[in-house]
C-alpha cells in the first residue's frame, strides 16, 4: 500500500510508489580539523550517499565515506582542507 | 508504530527514521550583484535570498540550460535563511566572469520542533521529523558523478522542470600571459543543463586576477553524489 499525497485541490503530488529511493538521515556541518563517525541502525541492509552541501573550490574532496561493516550504514567523516556541509541520504 | 515506504524497486522512499523535507516555498530575492571590474581582482558575482522558517532545510535548485547555477551558500540566524547563488544567464564578462541574474529558489524544510499540523510524523523520541501536511521533497534519482570531468547524466525518461540538491566539488586554474602579467582564473564547479536533458558539470570562474607570475594550471573534478528532482507544479 503507497503512501500518496494530494494537494488541496486533490490532484496527487507525492507517491511512494512512484518516486525514487531516498530520504534524508542527517544534514551534517564540520569544519576541516573535525573528525566524527555516524551511524544508522535504523537502516540495516540500506544504501547510503554523501550528498555535499557546501561550495568549496578544493582539489582534493570532504573526506566522508560510507561503509557497511557493521551491516548498517556508517558515514566516517576525516580531516579534510575545506569545511564539510553534507546530507546523508539512505535508500 | 514505525512508518516505512518502499517503492516496487525495493528502494526505500519514506521513513519515520528519516526527516522528511517538505516544500515551504519560494526564497525572496534580496539583492544581486555582479563581478567586480578591479584592474587587480575579481570575485564573481551572485544573488541572494531569504525565506523564514524555524527548521532546517534543503534548497532544490532549477536546472537551466542557459547555467552555469550552483548554491554558494545556506545560513541561517535567527528564523531567517539566506541562501547565496551563482546563476549565470549564458552571458560573460571581460574577464570570463558569468554575467548574474535571479533564479527561483525551492525551499524544502524539516519540520520545527513546535511544529503543529494534523500530519506531524514524530520520529521514536518524539520529535517532529515530517509533515505530509506539505508536499515532500520529490526523488527523481540519486546520481553519482566520477571524477571524470565531463560526466553527465541524462534522465529517463525526460524530466520536466528538473532541479538538483547538492553541489559538485572540483577545483581549476588557469593562467593566461598578457603583456608583462600573467591573467590568473580559479574555476569552480556548477551544474550544466543540456538542451537534450543532460546534467553534467559547468565550470565558471570564481576568481581573477592579474598577477606577476603564472599559477599552477590544474583541473580536479571531485566524485560525487546529488539529489535531481522535480520543481514542477510548485509555486
Keep these: 500500500m503507497p503512501l500518496i499525497i494530494y494537494d488541496t485541490s486533490g490532484n496527487e503530488v507525492w ?13 551534517k556541518t564540520y569544519t576541516a580539523a573535525q573528525t566524527d563517525t555516524l551511524t544508522f541502525p535504523a537502516f540495516p541492509g540500506r544504501t ?3 550528498v555535499n552541501l557546501g561550495a568549496y573550490i578544493a582539489t582534493s574532496g570532504p573526506n566522508v565515506s560510507v561503509d557497511y561493516s557493521l551491516g548498517y550504514p556508517r558515514v566516517t567523516v576525516g580531516t579534510s582542507v575545506v569545511p564539510r556541509q553534507f546530507a546523508v541520504v539512505v535508500y | 508504530m514505525e512508518i516505512t515506504f518502499y517503492n516496487p524497486s525495493g528502494e526505500l522512499t519514506f521513513s519515520g ?9 519560494k526564497a525572496t530575492p534580496t539583492g544581486i550583484s555582479q563581478a567586480g571590474t578591479s584592474s587587480v581582482s575579481n570575485t564573481v558575482g551572485r544573488s541572494t535570498y531569504t525565506i523564514t522558517w524555524d527548521g532546517d532545510i534543503v534548497v532544490a535548485l532549477p536546472l537551466k540550460t542557459n547555467g552555469p547555477q550552483v548554491v554558494l551558500s545556506t545560513v541561517k540566524s535567527g528564523s531567517t535563511w539566506t541562501i547565496t547563488v551563482m546563476k549565470g544567464d549564458g552571458t560573460f564578462d571581460a574577464n570570463g566572469f558569468p554575467t548574474q541574474e535571479y533564479t527561483e529558489v525551492y525551499v524544502f524544510g524539516a519540520p520545527p520542533s513546535t511544529a503543529t499540523s494534523q500530519f506531524i510524523i514524530y520520529d521514536v523520541n518524539g520529535v517532529p521529523c515530517g509533515d505530509l501536511s506539505r508536499q515532500p521533497l520529490l526523488y527523481k534519482a540519486i546520481i553519482a558523478l566520477s571524477s571524470t570531468v565531463t560526466d553527465t547524466w541524462t534522465p529517463s525518461p525526460a524530466i520536466t ?6 553541489n559538485p566539488l572540483g577545483y581549476r586554474s588557469t593562467s593566461v600571459a598578457s603583456g608583462s602579467k600573467w591573467i590568473n582564473r580559479v574555476w569552480g564547479f556548477a551544474w550544466s543543463l543540456g538542451t537534450d536533458g543532460a546534467i553534467s558539470r559547468g565550470l565558471y570562474v570564481n576568481d581573477w586576477s592579474s598577477d606577476d607570475g603564472p599559477i599552477a594550471q590544474t583541473l580536479v573534478a571531485v566524485p560525487g553524489n546529488a539529489i535531481i528532482t522535480t520543481v514542477q507544479g510548485l509555486s
Design chain 2, 17 to 25: 527514521d528519516a526527516i522528511t523535507y517538505s516544500y515551504i516555498g
Design chain 2, 161 to 166: 522542470s528538473p532541479a538538483v540538491v547538492g
Design chain 1, 48 to 50: 547510503a550517499v554523501i
Design chain 1, 15 to 27: 507517491n511512494s510508489d512512484n518516486v525514487s529511493g531516498g530520504v534524508v538521515t542527517t544534514i
